[in-house]
Each structure stands twice: as C-alpha cells, then as structure tokens.
C-alpha cells in the first residue's frame, strides 16, 4: 500500500499498533461550502462533557455525531405501603391498614391491578417517605415513592358521634357500644388501595361490638348481634417483591365494652382489639387494635437490577440485600431522596 502522509505523525491509514491519530479541522461552525462526507470538530457546541463535538455533513446538513448509551434501561419495581390507622376510646373500630400499591405480581389493595413499573434516569433524584402510623384517633400518614403515593390508614371510631371512622387507604371501624357507627370507606382516587372498615353492627342503644379495620385485600368484618365479638380486621395482602411471600396492611380488629368483646387483627400487622393499646405492626401498615392504641409504620420496597448503584440522602433509614440479579432496598423510617449510577 502506498504510503500518503495525513499529518505529522500519521503516515499510514493502515498501520497497526499506532498509538497516533487523526486530527480533524476544529474551530467554529463552517464557514465554507461544505461536501457530503465532511468531517470536522465544532468548537461552538459541547458532548459528553467535551467543550467540542464531531460533526459529519450528510449532504444536506452538518449533524452531530451521538454517543448511545447501550447499557439496560434502569428499570424499578416497587411496594408503596402507608402507615396504619389508629384507634379511640369506648369500643373503637380497629384502625384501618395503610394503603398498598405496588407493580409486584399479584396486584395492589382493594382488588387493583398491579401498577407499571417506573423506567428512570440515572443521576436523578427521587423522593422517598415511609409513612408513619397513626396515633389514637388520628389517621396514618401516607408513603411515596416517585409518584406513587398510598394513603394512610383511617382511624377507628370510638365513643361519640364526632369520632366517625376514619376513610384511609383502608377504611377506619365503626366504634361499638351504644354508638353504631359505621365503617370509614376506603380511598379510590388515583387508585384503590384497601377495603372498607366494618361497621359496628347495630344501631345506637344496643350493646354492639366495634368494626373490624379494612385491609389490604379484604374488608373489616361486622358483629353478628349484640354481645357477640366484635369485627376482625381484614386480611393483608402478600407480596413477593423481596424474593419472600409477606403480608402487609392487615386490619385492626374491634373492641366493645364487653369482657372478651373483640375481634381479631387481619393478617398482615393487624393487632387485634383485646384491652390495652395495641399498636399495628412496624413497616407492616397494620392498623391498630384496642384502646387508644397507635397503627404499625410503613413500607417502601423498591426492586432494581444490581448492576446499578443506589445513593440514599439524608433522612432515610434503608437497607439493601441481593436476590439473584436484582437489588431490593428496603426503607423502614424517614424521608428523602435517592438516585442511581
């Protein structure tokens, strides 16, 4: 092959092993009459952290030569669970599960399907809150991820007209004795997240027990007839998204006023309304049972391939384990923001 000198020190297109290069004209945007095939460095535009990019004229135009990210997109599951609802005096409901919404097999609360999974961008930040349950006669807070956000658990109703059941993401009971309450609805709007509390069986002046609180995957059940056991707290549901199958937002059960009047807590962290204060399970979102008692904190689980690395801001409490070729952080208390590498 016939040797043709490019510039100092590429002498030949073929050569091997060369640790020279080409030098293409650089400066500012074109100035001249450009021709199919050109190739130059523009110094007016700035790449991939370069103050230059390598531009090539089609015949038509001079386009930019683009880097393409062939890696896999980042793509995350998750389990959004709100915190429980808690109870009130004088023959509470239970309280209510929090909300659940994840895009795992097998669905969200209240019946839902299972939501789409988020695709994100790496370098980004995006926010995370594990919600906290609720004190006596208040409500669950909420739990967000991205834009996903499930609701906290309603209260349930105690002594009272003015202590109505509390709606949640699963519904408050309806407070027993001689209240006749009825159950706190579940939320639908954006989705639906849990079932409905029970109600308190009966009608104001008959001796009734209290409301089960609504679960993730049912509702809180009602008492029979007067004196008989109060409501059970509807069941949780499972999830799968750590590689275990593990309920979550189970209902509270009811109180009455009567000795052994209660009911029992749904499967999933729902504590059951024997007397006392008996609070929901811990990033279980169960709600409350008993007296005066407080619902069980959230959860946000988020599923990932383990071939990106998360950062956590401040604020979170988390841990990561491995399953397969996935990551699963798993956040127990806080708020703040995370983001991918």
């Known amino acids: 092959m016939a040797l043709t000198k490019v510039i100092t020190g590429v002498t030949d297109l073929n ?20 021709e199919e095939g050109m190739i130059r460095n523009d110094q007016t535009q700035a790449s991939e952290g370069s103050a230059s990019t390598m531009q090539f004229y089609n015949g038509t135009a001079w386009k930019n030569f683009v880097n393409i990210d ?32 994840t895009s795992w097999t097998g669905g969200s609360g209240g019946g839902g399907a299972s939501e789409t999974a988020f695709t994100l961008a790496k370098a980004t930040n995006y926010t995370v809150t594990v919600g906290a349950g609720g004190a006596a006669n208040t409500a669950g807070s909420s739990s967000v991820f991205n834009s996903i ?92 998204i750590t590689g275990s199958s593990i309920y979550y937002a189970g209902g509270g059960g009811g109180s009455g006023n009567q000795s052994g009047q209660y009911g029992n807590g749904g499967t999933g962290g729902g504590a059951d309304g024997t007397s006392g204060a008996n609070a929901g ?44 070729t996935d990551s699963v952080t798993t956040f127990t208390a806080g708020t703040g923001t995370i983001s991918f590498s």
Do not use: C, E, H, M
Request: hydrophobic share 25%; glycine share 34%.
């Open 15 to 34: 050569q091997n092993n060369s640790t020279n290069g080409l030098k293409f004209p650089t400066g500012n945007a074109f100035a001249g009459t450009p």
């Open 70 to 101: 062939s890696t896999p997109p980042l793509v995350v599951n998750f389990l959004v669970v709100a915190g429980g609802g808690g109870t009130s005096n004088d023959g509470p409901g239970g309280g209510g599960a929090g909300g659940l919404r």
């Open 149 to 240: 956000t499930s609701a906290g658990g309603g209260r349930g109703s105690g002594g009272g007209t003015s202590y109505t059941a509390g709606p949640g993401g699963s519904g408050g009971g309806g407070a027993g004795g001689s209240y006749g309450n009825a159950g706190g609805v579940a939320v639908t709007s954006p989705v639906v997240q849990g079932f409905a509390g029970g109600n308190s069986g009966g009608p104001p002046g008959i001796n009734y027990g209290g409301g089960g609180g609504g679960g993730a995957d049912g509702a809180g059940t009602s008492p029979a007839n007067s004196g008989a056991p109060s409501g059970n707290g509807g069941v949780g549901k499972a999830v799968a």
């Open 281 to 324: 399970g811990t990033n279980l979102g169960g709600g409350a049972g008993g007296t005066n008692a407080t619902g069980g904190s959230g959860v946000v689980i988020i599923r990932y391939p383990n071939t990106k690395t998360i950062t956590l801001g401040a604020g979170l409490t988390a841990t990561t384990a491995a399953f397969g």
